[in-house]
T-cell receptor
Framework: GQNIDQPTEMTATEGAIVQINCTYQTSGFNGLFWYQQHAGEAPTFLSYNVLDGLEEKGRFSSFLSRSKGYSYLLLKELQMKDSASYLCAVPTGGGNKLTFGTGTQLKVEL | GAVVSQHPSRVICKSGTSVKIECRSLDFQATTMFWYRQFPKKSLMLMATSNEGSKATYEQGVEKDKFLINHASLTLSTLTVTSAHPEDSSFYIC?????????????FGSGTRLTVV
C-alpha cells in the first residue's frame, strides 16, 4: 500500500513564504506531483519532480528527496489568491494511476 | 494542451434514481481514465480506473454495482451512480492521461457536484 501525508491546515500572511510538506511511502517511485485546487474546481498542475533537488518556477518551488520519501512545496510572496488546497500526488499501481495525499488547506491572511 | 470535459457540472437527483456523469478527452485519446470522489475539505480519493474496451478496476471498498463505469470509446468514460442515496452526495472528478505529455500528462475534468435529496 501507500501512505501520503500532509499537514491538514496552514495559515500564512500575505507577502510571506510558506512551506507545505509531503511525506510518502510507496512501493516503487515514478515522480511526485503538486496540484493546487480551489474549492469546487478541478486540481491544476503546479510541479512534477522525479529527481532529487529543488525546482523553481516563479513564486512556486518544489523540492524532492527520494531517499527520505519527502517533498515540499514552497510558495513565496504569498497572495490572497493563493488560498486554496495543495495536494501532493504520486503515481501508483505500476505508475499509471495517481494517488493523492491528504491535502493541505492553506489560508492566506492580511 | 490536453483538455478533459466533464458533464454535468452540477446535478440534483431524488433518492433511488440513477445519475450518469460523462468524462470526455477532447483533443487526445485516453485508453485509461480515472474517477475520483472528494468530500468537503478532503483530498481526492481514487474510486476506479476506467479501461477502454474492458472492465474497470475498482479500488478497495468501492462498490462496483453502485458505481457503474463504462469506457466504450477512446474519448469517453461514464460513471453512473445507481440507486443514489444522500450519502452519495459528493464532488466527483474524472482524470485522463495524455501519454504524449509524459509525466505531465494527468488532466482533470472540472468536476460534478452531485446532491441527492
Amino acid at each position: 500500500g501507500q501512505n501520503i501525508d500532509q499537514p491538514t491546515e496552514m495559515t500564512a500572511t500575505e507577502g510571506a513564504i510558506v512551506q507545505i510538506n509531503c511525506t510518502y511511502q510507496t512501493s516503487g517511485f515514478n515522480g511526485l506531483f503538486w496540484y493546487q485546487q480551489h474549492a469546487g474546481e478541478a486540481p491544476t498542475f503546479l510541479s512534477y519532480n522525479v529527481l532529487d533537488g529543488l525546482e523553481e518556477k516563479g513564486r512556486f518551488s518544489s523540492f524532492l528527496s527520494r531517499s527520505k520519501g519527502y517533498s515540499y512545496l514552497l510558495l513565496k510572496e504569498l497572495q490572497m489568491k493563493d488560498s486554496a488546497s495543495y495536494l501532493c500526488a504520486v503515481p501508483t499501481g505500476g505508475g499509471n494511476k495517481l494517488t493523492f495525499g491528504t491535502g493541505t488547506q492553506l489560508k492566506v491572511e492580511l | 494542451g490536453a483538455v478533459v470535459s466533464q458533464h454535468p457540472s452540477r446535478v440534483i437527483c431524488k433518492s433511488g434514481t440513477s445519475v450518469k456523469i460523462e468524462c470526455r478527452s477532447l483533443d487526445f485519446q485516453a485508453t485509461t481514465m480515472f474517477w475520483y470522489r472528494q468530500f468537503p475539505k478532503k483530498s481526492l480519493m481514487l474510486m476506479a480506473t476506467s479501461n477502454e474496451g474492458s472492465k474497470a478496476t475498482y479500488e478497495q471498498g468501492v462498490e462496483k454495482d453502485k458505481f457503474l463505469i463504462n469506457h466504450a470509446s477512446l474519448t469517453l468514460s461514464t460513471l453512473t451512480v445507481t440507486s443514489a442515496h444522500p450519502e452519495d452526495s459528493s464532488f466527483y472528478i474524472c482524470s485522463a492521461r495524455d501519454l504524449t505529455q509524459g509525466g505531465y500528462g494527468y488532466t482533470f475534468g472540472s468536476g460534478t457536484r452531485l446532491t441527492v435529496v
